[in-house]
């Protein structure tokens, strides 16, 4: 079993930056996807960077490219979620996932909730304009 405890989220106002952190405890595959998602009220939950732990290759959703950076420290269990220039858009609950198992490629890293299996509580981002 994983646990993925979330932090670092906080009130911003537009243009401002956060990062988020997850540690995760308990065994995760060295080569398992793992990603940052977040949700909003009313809102389904939508991935918004994945990494696959074994080389660090990465994909993003539109809405945050080139503003969002998900990286990786391996030895010490814990994803990072580096978020600039943020948005009131992005105001929402930010959890981090894992899935159960490894992949022997990065083709298959999605940002489809529904491929993973571990999740944290989440970390509140509010951005105000």
């Known amino acids: 079993q994983v646990q993925l405890v979330e932090t670092g989220g906080g009130s911003v106002q537009a243009g401002g930056s956060l990062r988020l952190s997850c540690v995760a405890s308990g065994y995760v595959y060295s080569r398992a996807y793992m990603g940052w998602f977040r949700q909003a009220p009313g809102k389904e939950r939508e991935g918004v960077a994945g990494i696959w732990r074994r080389d660090g290759f990465t994909i993003y959703a539109e809405s945050v490219k080139g503003r969002f950076t998900i990286s990786q420290d391996t030895a010490k269990n814990t994803l990072f979620l580096q978020m600039d220039n943020l948005k009131p858009d992005d105001t929402a609950m930010y959890y981090c996932?894992?899935?159960?198992?490894?992949?022997?490629?990065?083709?298959?890293?999605?940002?489809?909730?529904?491929?993973?299996?571990?999740w944290g509580r989440g970390t509140q981002v509010s951005v105000s304009s």
């Open positions: 996932a894992a899935t159960d198992g490894g992949f022997e490629e990065s083709a298959k890293l999605s940002l489809s909730p529904a491929r993973y299996h571990f």
